[in-house]
């Protein structure tokens, strides 16, 4: 049961822009950075977005990150077939119950 | 270029154990975690744990105490995951990934491995 809670599908056509939220708690979001991750069908998981709203090199500029209190966000400007995937946020969380650090459900981006 | 390269699929009967490697390539290998992800058929991403290449200690979520062992062979830059005591819901593809941490890093899992099949079934 992951504690950071994503909506489980969004869509968009192609150019559309597309926002995928992440809610958490004081413990996770609240007082750590968000990563997101993007996992293309059939591949593995690859960083999209650190430290809430920086890109790697190579990441397109129409994935953006933000976060505020305990929530994140993340949105796909300009939608591409390509960007078809899972998409997950994740942090560290301090909590003294939980694991060190946690994946949100996971959003499915379709492209209609 | 950072490179994590996983061992192949595999197929294990019940109460086995299997042994999962993850080699790494161009980067100093102590410098950097190690973490191990599951993720089970149609289903999203489990973190597991983690290790500390440089200490060789690990952190396992709960769940994951008892069964799963992390270790490390620093001479050939290789990190494993092995369980024990299979079960059929062990069934899952296992990623490990690289823990960027310090500097300008921010603790995100920057490069990760190809994925492990590993099936549980007689």
């Known amino acids: 049961q992951s504690v950071l809670t994503q909506p489980p599908s969004a869509s968009g056509t192609p150019g559309q822009r597309v926002t995928i939220s992440c809610s958490g708690s004081t413990s996770n979001i609240g007082s750590n950075t968000v990563n997101w991750y993007q996992q293309l069908p059939g591949t593995a998981p690859k960083l999209l977005i650190w430290r809430d709203n920086r890109r790697p090199s190579g990441v397109p500029d129409r994935f953006s990150g933000s976060k505020s209190g305990t929530s994140a966000s993340l949105a796909i400007s300009g939608l591409q077939s390509e960007d078809e995937a899972d998409y997950y946020c994740a942090a560290w969380d301090d909590s003294l119950n939980g694991p060190p650090y946690v994946f949100g459900t996971g959003t499915k981006v379709t492209v209609l | 270029q950072v490179q994590l390269v996983q061992s192949e699929s595999e197929l294990k009967n019940p109460g086995a154990s299997v042994k999962v490697s993850c080699k790494a390539s161009?980067?100093?290998?102590?410098?950097?975690?190690i973490h191990w992800v599951r993720q089970a058929p149609g289903q999203g991403l489990e973190w597991m744990g983690w290790?500390?290449?440089?200490?060789?200690?690990?952190t396992f979520a709960q769940g994951f105490t008892g069964r799963c062992v992390f270790s490390l062979d620093t001479s050939v830059t290789t990190a494993y995951l092995q369980i024990t005591s299979l079960k059929a819901e062990d069934t899952a593809v296992y990623y490990c990934?690289?823990?960027?941490?310090?500097?300008?890093?921010?603790?995100?899992?920057?490069?990760w491995g190809q994925g492990t099949q590993v099936t549980v079934s007689s």
């Open positions: 290790i500390n290449t440089n200490t060789g200690k690990p």
């Open positions: 161009g980067y100093m290998f102590t410098t950097y975690g």
């Open positions: 990934a690289r823990h960027c941490s310090g500097g300008d890093c921010s603790s995100q899992l920057d490069y």
